[in-house]
């Protein structure tokens, strides 16, 4: 599903990380562990296709994301990759269930509802569907987060530092939620972060 190789990207003419190859199949999933400044969410952006790898190369269902102009990169990522990113970049104007309308506009996708109610309910989440982003709990904002990610049904979920900001129960609530929406959808997991306490959970992992 995803292959990383000879993967290099340079900061500036010091600074330049080499990251470790991988490859990982559907519905697999991966601890990407370490800790600031050492690259996790850089590598992140790369297989997101937010950033451009400037050597080597990530393919993700056969598709070299260098392959790939501006336009077709945004269509593939809204169409195959679910991003929770550390602080939510919700649209504030708009309420839950309009933000995730508009996930699936952007990617080209038929609006559905009922889909979005689905899991909007699945993630416990469902009575705040009318509210405004900006109205939501850190944990409400979180969930929502992840159904953002998820909507569209994509193949791949990266998940940066998705703990980092919360404690041991909900900490183990929220990778237990990511865990299950990927397993249900037969999705690829990758989680980047410095949270020690995932280290346990996760028998596949990349320490940078």
Same mark, same amino acid.
Request: glycine share 8%; proline share 2%.
């Given at each position: 599903?995803?292959?990383?190789?000879?993967?290099?990207?340079?900061?500036?003419?010091?600074? *330049?990380?080499?990251?470790?190859?991988?490859?990982?199949?559907?519905?697999?999933?991966?601890?990407?562990?370490?800790?600031? =400044?050492?690259?996790?969410?850089?590598?992140?952006?790369?297989?997101? =296709?937010?950033?451009?790898? +400037?050597?080597?190369?990530?393919?993700?269902? =056969?598709?070299?994301?260098?392959?790939?102009? *501006?336009?077709?990169?945004?269509?593939?990522?809204?169409?195959?990759?679910?991003?929770?990113?550390?602080?939510?970049?919700?649209?504030?104007?708009?309420?839950?269930?309009?933000?995730?309308?508009?996930?699936?506009?952007?990617?080209?996708?038929?609006?559905?509802?009922?889909?979005?109610?689905?899991?909007?309910?699945?993630?416990?989440?469902?009575?705040?569907?009318?509210?405004?982003?900006?109205?939501? *709990?850190?944990?409400?904002? +979180?969930?929502?987060?992840?159904?953002?990610?998820?909507?569209?049904?994509?193949?791949?979920?990266?998940?940066?530092?998705?703990?980092?900001?919360?404690?041991?129960? &909900?900490?183990?609530?929220?990778?237990?939620?990511?865990?299950?929406?990927?397993?249900?959808?037969?999705?690829?997991?990758?989680?980047?972060?410095?949270? &020690?306490?995932?280290?346990?959970?996760?028998?596949?992992?990349?320490?940078?």
């Amino acid at each position: 599903m995803i292959q990383v190789s000879n993967l290099k990207h340079t900061y500036n003419r010091d600074t *330049s990380i080499i990251f470790p190859d991988f490859e990982l199949g559907k519905g697999e999933k991966m601890l990407l562990l370490g800790q600031s =400044g050492c690259g996790k969410t850089t590598l992140l952006h790369i297989l997101g =296709g937010l950033m451009r790898s +400037q050597e080597g190369e990530v393919s993700i269902g =056969g598709t070299s994301l260098k392959s790939l102009g *501006s336009s077709e990169m945004d269509k593939f990522r809204g169409r195959h990759i679910g991003i929770v990113f550390q602080k939510p970049h919700f649209v504030k104007s708009l309420t839950v269930m309009e933000n995730l309308m508009l996930t699936q506009k952007l990617a080209g996708i038929k609006i559905d509802k009922s889909a979005i109610w689905k899991l909007l309910d699945q993630l416990n989440i469902g009575h705040k569907a009318e509210s405004k982003t900006n109205n939501l *709990s850190q944990g409400e904002q +979180q969930r929502v987060a992840i159904a953002r990610a998820l909507v569209n049904e994509p193949d791949i979920i990266l998940a940066d530092e998705p703990t980092s900001a919360l404690d041991d129960k &909900n900490t183990y609530e929220v990778i237990a939620l990511l865990e299950e929406q990927a397993s249900e959808k037969n999705a690829t997991l990758i989680i980047v972060t410095h949270d &020690n306490r995932l280290k346990e959970r996760f028998q596949n992992r990349i320490e940078l």
